[in-house]
């Protein structure tokens, strides 16, 4: 029937480059007014929420191309809900091109969304925005989902830096947890705070102190705190989590297929990164040590490295990693830090994971995982062999805000020009 072939077409364009489809200078829309087709994908702005009697037709595009003007550029309608249209558009290379589409409602009202189907977008007021491309001047975001035999499916959210599309050299990966915290407020799932990393990455830009590279934010799910721990634990509430080889596993074997097979990145382990918080950066350092020949770099905010010891006797990340006599030798770059205090005193008093990122840094200088920079907020940070970054932040929450405010160093240890 015609659904069937609109998924397999949908399928089709999603393998080679997804939407819209890019001909010369024609560009090539499509939208299907079904909930199906039309998820949600920003949880601030009620106008991106489908409802049929908010999806009438007709439906135009308007974008940079047409100064935005609805009414326009009109999708042509095949009934069913499937609207198409192919429009020529010129323009320099590095422009943008941001785009949303215009339906009525029932009182014939224009209705302004994002195009559900598109793989590039970017969030801004009052929520997401769809692009054609990147362009010059700033970096964007593609969206992939993806799944596991084991793990369900979930958004990867794909940072490239401004200019990629002008670009031929592989660049370096780095690899985030919380994907749907990391860009936008805007993003489903998203917490009430946001890293805003593509805001950060572009300020170090500016700043000379960071080369371009790519992020690859992985949405979490309800499962977060089992696919986030390699070891169960009990927190009071019974025994949980330690399904993280699973999701470790995902991460190599599926995430970073999907990556290259997609997009010019270095294969070198030396320029693939992994970055977390809390859970998220315990569970980086445990895909390291699952994984310890396809990531150089290793970075952990406020990372739970007592998780296996709270009300169990399981293996810490600190015991698991101490236990490996070649440690040193695998060559990893290690990055943490904290916020909070000791209080009264460790474990006692202590907050924002304080105590327990002491004890991994002592342990790693213990193992020889150094040096440390001479000075961690001068760049270019030096010596040129760095292995090891610390960092205490005097009494900063456990919030999205904190590691915002403090995430700038990881990427200059990463991504070091």
């Known amino acids: 029937n015609r659904l069937a072939a609109v998924d397999a077409f949908y399928t089709l364009v999603n393998a080679q480059g997804g939407f819209p489809i890019q001909d010369g200078t024609d560009l090539i829309f499509f939208y299907v007014a079904r909930a199906q087709y039309d998820v949600e994908d920003d949880q601030r702005d009620a106008t991106e929420d489908f409802d049929a009697a908010r999806r009438a037709a007709p439906v135009s595009v308007a974008g940079d191309f047409n100064a ?79 799944g596991s035999a084991t793990l369900p499916a979930r958004p990867i959210y794909i940072y490239l830096p401004p200019n990629y599309e002008g670009g031929t050299a592989p660049l370096p990966l780095l690899i985030a947890h919380d994907g749907n915290n990391l860009f936008d407020t805007a993003q489903p799932r998203s917490a009430p705070g946001s890293w805003d990393l ?21 949405a979490n799910t309800n499962d977060r705190l089992d696919e986030y721990t390699h070891v169960t634990d009990d927190r009071g509430t019974g025994v949980i989590g330690g399904n993280g080889d699973a999701y470790a596993d995902f991460v190599v074997q599926d995430v970073l297929p999907l990556i290259a097979n997609n997009y010019r990145t270095s294969t070198s382990a030396s320029d693939r990164g992994v970055l977390g918080s809390s859970l998220g950066g315990l569970n980086y350092y445990h895909i390291a040590d699952r994984h310890p020949t396809q990531i150089g770099f290793v970075a952990g905010l406020s990372s739970t490295f007592s998780w296996g010891s709270i009300g169990l006797s399981n293996p810490t990340m600190q015991q698991r990693l101490d236990s490996d006599p070649n440690l040193a030798a695998r060559g990893h770059v290690y990055y943490l830090d904290s916020g909070g205090g000791p209080g009264a005193g460790c474990p006692a008093g202590s907050s924002d994971n304080y105590c327990s990122t002491v004890d991994m840094r002592d342990m790693l200088v213990r193992r020889t995982i150094l040096p440390f920079p001479d000075n961690p907020d001068v760049f270019p940070l030096t010596p040129a062999n760095i292995r090891i970054m610390h960092w205490w932040e005097a009494n900063a929450p456990h919030n999205e805000a904190a590691w915002n405010a403090r995430v700038h160093r990881a990427l200059r240890l990463f991504a070091r020009p």
Request: cysteine-free; hydrophobic content about 40%; proline content about 5%.
């Open 68 to 146: 935005f003007v609805p009414g326009q550029d009109i999708l042509t309608d095949e009934g069913l809900g499937v609207f198409h249209g192919r429009f020529t558009f010129t323009g320099a290379p590095g422009d943008r091109w941001r785009y949303k589409f215009v339906a009525k409602d029932a009182q014939n009202t224009d209705v302004w969304f994002s195009d559900p189907a598109s793989r590039r977008n970017d969030y801004a007021d009052p929520g997401r925005i769809s692009s054609v491309r990147g362009g010059a001047l700033q970096g964007h975001i593609e969206q992939h989902v993806l």
């Open 198 to 218: 593509d805001g950060v990455i572009e300020r170090e830009l500016a700043l000379g102190s960071i080369r371009p590279f790519i992020v690859a934010g992985i």
